[in-house]
């Protein structure tokens, strides 16, 4: 009975710090930041700003060869610094792209050849620009990645971005494919067919629906460690009737993407990145921004 009682006496006299040690636990930050894509380059230091005071901690810059230059990078990192804005990518689509399943094969990214020297003229000076604004990823969707691995596009397409990738490396950015027109599998190889060891994934869920091409938490599931950036966006898939369309996006959370099934997923596998809100609805104001913000930050709390 004397044994029993020291026994109690001393976790009594620990239960304070063990409530201490969980509370702390739970109150620990999740490395995942929450933010979006930031457009109008005019002002830097007033778009980070307007991210700093609306509580978001990370975004993306889409790239404009107008405004994005030396004065540009180091105005970026200046922002990012006095805002504590971490910018993840440099995001861009090169040349002339139709976002459909009649003419985007043709026209979107790497794969087709028509305009491609072009094409990998603007990489190559995102990537300097990514080097200038100290941002580690450069992103892009880069074509409709042909599913046959023994086919002489697919094969051409892999030699284009070996290049693309090796010139990266030694500049130490990496390069993010953006999801959406292949499905998860045939990106995964072809990024293990690339070979170079900088090349991963910004998971757009939403696009994967809206080509028809996966659901959001098998997607996933299959990329795994290859996440480095997600897009929060929603959507649905196309339409059967009309299958020459793209699905239509929605806004979060009205789609089909299994938003707190992901990001538990993204959770388990160790995702430390950046959750973006993409959003290309005519309601992608400020209000809605922060709404999904906020809808994002319970999930992640979880």
């Given amino acids: 009975m004397k044994k029993v009682l020291t026994l ?39 778009r980070f700003k307007e991210l700093h005071n609306a509580k978001f901690t990370s975004c993306e810059i889409n790239y404009s060869a107008k405004y994005c230059n030396t004065e540009l990078a180091q105005q970026i990192r200046k922002a990012s610094k006095k805002y504590n804005i971490r910018v993840t990518t440099v995001v861009g689509v090169p040349g002339h792209s139709e976002w459909n399943f009649r ?15 072009e094409k990998i003229a603007t990489y190559h000076n995102m990537i300097d620009f990514c080097v200038e604004a100290g941002v580690p990823y450069m992103h892009s969707h880069f074509g409709f990645i042909p599913i046959d691995p023994s086919g002489e596009q697919y094969k051409e397409f892999i030699a284009v971005m070996k290049d693309l990738a ?36 910004n998971c757009d869920l939403a696009n994967l629906l809206l080509y028809g091409n996966a659901n959001s938490l098998d997607a996933v599931k299959q990329f795994g460690s290859l996440i480095k ?29 299994d938003f707190p099934g992901v990001i538990k997923e993204l959770k388990r596998v160790g995702f430390t990145g950046a959750l973006t809100i993409e959003c290309e609805l005519n309601d992608s104001e400020m209000e809605y921004l922060e709404q999904t913000r906020e809808y994002l930050e319970k999930l992640i709390e979880e």
């Fill in 8 to 46: 109690l006496f001393v976790v009594a006299m620990m239960m304070p710090q063990m409530v201490k040690a969980e509370n702390a636990a739970k109150a620990q930050k999740s490395p995942i930041t929450i933010g979006t894509i930031v457009y109008d380059l005019r002002d830097i230091d007033a």
């Fill in 103 to 117: 003419k985007g094969p043709a026209t979107i990214g790497l794969v087709p050849a028509e305009g491609r020297e």
């Fill in 166 to 201: 090796e010139y990266a490396k030694a500049r130490n950015i990496d390069i993010l494919f953006e999801t959406g027109q292949e499905t998860p599998v045939t990106l995964i190889r072809a990024i293990k067919d690339i070979g170079v060891g900088n090349c991963f994934i």
């Fill in 229 to 257: 950036e997600f897009h929060a966006k929603d959507g649905h898939y196309p339409n059967p009737a009309n299958p020459y369309e793209l699905g239509e996006e929605v806004p979060i959370p009205q789609g089909e993407v």
